[in-house]
């Protein structure tokens, strides 16, 4: 028998059935700044779509009903097949509609990549596993447009808007994935130690069939319908298009031996698979897998700050609709001062993550460009190291704005505080993408000064100095290496503090501006100082502007 004890209250409603797009004023005024306007009446329809109660549980559901390993059928014959919830198809079914694997590619103009951006941005927000085969699949287009015989056969399948989850042959599908199979178990990014080797079905080098031997310790996606994957012939590293079915119509020797147990990420398969004999075929130059296979990476390594910079906008937005709602001590948290400083602070990181992911998007839309390649090659990977990084600590701090409530599994922020690290680990970790970010530097010297002289000439004297500190940094060269990291911090919040000066609204980006140059704030959200730092003359001008800050992050 049972009887209520007592009255709930003061436990807050779920967020669904918002708009994505129009609440994020930020995404919505800076179409134009980049020329992707044009877009805009479809990311307002996705935007519906995306905050609605029905895709909300599709995505919770494919985190809870998990991918599941079949690698026999009852007969005892080799299958290696993955199967997923309906949810998890249903949610690619959204990206493919959007053409986020393809569109900048199949409908080129200006703008398309900005655009492609915030719709991957907004879906980041919904459930990020299924962004895996998405990310691969776009990042694969510009390697496979460079074998004309190969990218003849699979173009109508790549750009398709309809979403083919049936496990045949690339020749009966009405649409493909593509995946990538770089790492090892004795190397992970060092890739240049891999084993796998490659040897000739006939003719050899380019465009030809070859039989691999050999694993993948991170075989993301097992399911797409084929994958880039890296392996050795006689004269080095090469890149091959390994597909999942033969050309005669058989099962390709991809054994999956087991799928991760990951943190987070859990709606995504990701596998270890052993290769007997698999059939490939050869893509770019023998002995030049590496170069062949960057291109890719650049861009999955885009797509790691874009999914970043979409985790914090949605905890951003959690951490708002909880605060407004709930009460503490006599007063909706939203009200409290101390909370209020933490909320603005956040909004404040969220902005610049946003308008930074942005900016490297727009670069891909002037490849002519020397300053935009210089953003595309130096600042995507500084700032897939700084994005991806703060997205942990951002994640955990909105996550307790919820307290309690937030650590369990029942709501959306523990799953958000897992999905985290990996955009931060996946395509090279921090060290990697330092490291990376002193490679493009030398490589591109005349990019770098570009860089340094477009933020010289800021209208903003932080900016400014921000870049004599910077140069003072990069002048010792025997010990980049070491300071790596620091280079890298500072190379972003330049670039960031830029943006910010240049497109934020005025006190919005002194707020910004002046906070993370104050050697008091940074180290924890919600230190931001009480009249000097938001440049403000009393308490009462502070929290209207804290106010407003938070109003302009997420109105619904």
Known sequence: ????????????????????????????????????????????????????????????????????????????????????????????????????????????????????????????????????????TFASIPVLQNEATLFAELKDKLYSVEHDPRDLPIAQKKSILIGMGMTEKQGGSDVRTNTTTAVALGAEGRGQAYALTGHKWFFSAPMCDAHLVLAKTENGLSCFFVPRWRP??????????????????????????????????????????????????????????IGSAGLMRQALVQAIHHARHRTAFGKKLADQPLMRNVLTDLALESEAATRLMLHLAAALDAPDDALQRAWKRIMTPAAKFWICKRALEFTGECMEVWGGNGYVETGPMARLYREAPVNSIWEGSGNVM??????????????????????????????????????????????????????????????????????????????????????????????????????????????DLQERIIARAFTV
């Not at 930020?26 to 905050?51: C, F, H, I, P, R």
């Not at 493919?96 to 990549?113: F, Y």
């Not at 999956?256 to 990951?262: A, G, H, P, T, Y």
């Not at 010289?456 to 070491?482: C, I």
């Open 1 to 136: 028998m049972q009887w209520q004890t007592h009255e709930i209250s003061n436990q807050v409603a779920d967020l669904q059935d918002y708009n994505i797009f129009t609440s994020d004023a930020v995404l919505m005024t800076s179409l134009a700044q980049y020329q992707a306007d044009w877009y805009q009446n479809t990311l307002t329809k996705s935007g519906q779509e995306l905050g609605s109660s029905a895709v909300l549980e599709a995505a919770a559901l494919a985190n809870t009903h998990l991918p599941e390993l079949h690698t026999h059928d009852r007969q005892g014959k080799r299958i290696d097949r993955v199967d997923f919830h309906p949810s998890w198809h249903q949610l690619l079914g959204i990206l493919r509609k959007q053409g986020l694997q393809a569109t900048p590619w199949s409908q080129p103009r200006m703008g398309a990549h900005v655009a492609r951006a915030a719709g991957y941005f907004m879906q980041s927000q919904v459930e990020s596993g299924s962004l895996c085969p998405s990310t691969m």
């Open 434 to 543: 330092c490291l990376d970010v002193l490679r493009a530097m030398e490589r591109d010297p005349e990019g770098l000064q570009l860089l340094l002289q477009l933020w010289s000439n800021s209208a903003s004297e932080q900016v400014r100095q921000m870049v004599v500190e910077l140069q003072t940094d990069l002048a010792p060269v025997d010990f980049r290496e070491m300071n790596a990291r620091r280079i890298t911090q500072k190379l972003v919040l330049t670039a960031q503090t830029f943006l910010m000066a240049e497109y934020a609204e005025a006190d919005i980006a002194k707020a910004f501006i002046q906070s993370r140059t104050d050697a008091g704030c940074g180290r924890v959200y919600g230190t931001l100082g009480t009249l000097g730092t938001l440049g403000t003359l009393d308490a009462a001008t502070t929290g």
């Open 248 to 305: 005669d119509g058989s099962k390709n020797s991809i054994l999956v031996q087991r799928l991760k147990d990951k943190l987070g990420n859990k709606s995504n398969s990701s596998s270890e698979v052993e290769f007997q004999d698999a059939y490939g075929v050869m893509i770019g130059n023998e002995g030049r897998g590496i170069p062949t296979i960057i291109e890719m990476a650049n861009l999955t390594r885009l797509d790691c700050v």
